[in-house]
């Protein structure tokens, strides 16, 4: 497996308002699209970012996914399943303490990834 860097930082929230709020208003940060569950907001000029997502039930948990050059390998690698994203495709998987780390791949979007931009 080759990570080849971060893709982006989910954050569980209970409210979508109140988070737009904070993220975007108290840290500054500027919304880069929004739906009815989820806020993209830039970290920065990186491509990555930070998401704020609608989590009934388990608000504050965090992900941090990292992009791999082909998701559906690698879950094969770490025993997970792949499921389909708006990038391509994702496996998550939990470190021993219940952590989740997303292994993502862009082969939907291939201009974004690090592959083709030459970030790798």
């Known amino acids: 497996m080759n990570i ?16 737009k709020e904070f993220y975007g208003g108290v840290l ?7 739906t009815e569950e ?10 990555p970012g ?13 992900r941090v996914w990292l992009e791999v ?5 690698v879950a094969k690698e770490v025993g ?4 389909e994203v708006f990038t391509g495709w994702t496996v998550e998987v939990a470190d021993p303490w219940g952590n989740v780390i ?3 791949d862009y082969t939907k979007r291939p ?3 690090r592959l083709t931009t030459g970030e790798a």
């Open 4 to 19: 080849l860097g971060v893709d982006n930082i989910l954050v569980g929230v209970g409210d979508l308002a109140r988070a």
């Open 80 to 83: 997970g399943e792949a499921f």
């Open 111 to 113: 201009s974004l990834s």
């Open 102 to 104: 997303g292994l993502t």
């Open 28 to 34: 500054g940060l500027r919304e880069k699209f929004s």
């Open 50 to 62: 930070l998401l704020v997502r609608v989590r009934e039930g388990r608000p504050g948990s965090m």
């Open 38 to 47: 989820l806020a993209l907001f830039a970290i920065g000029s990186e491509t």
């Open 69 to 73: 050059s082909d998701a559906r390998a």
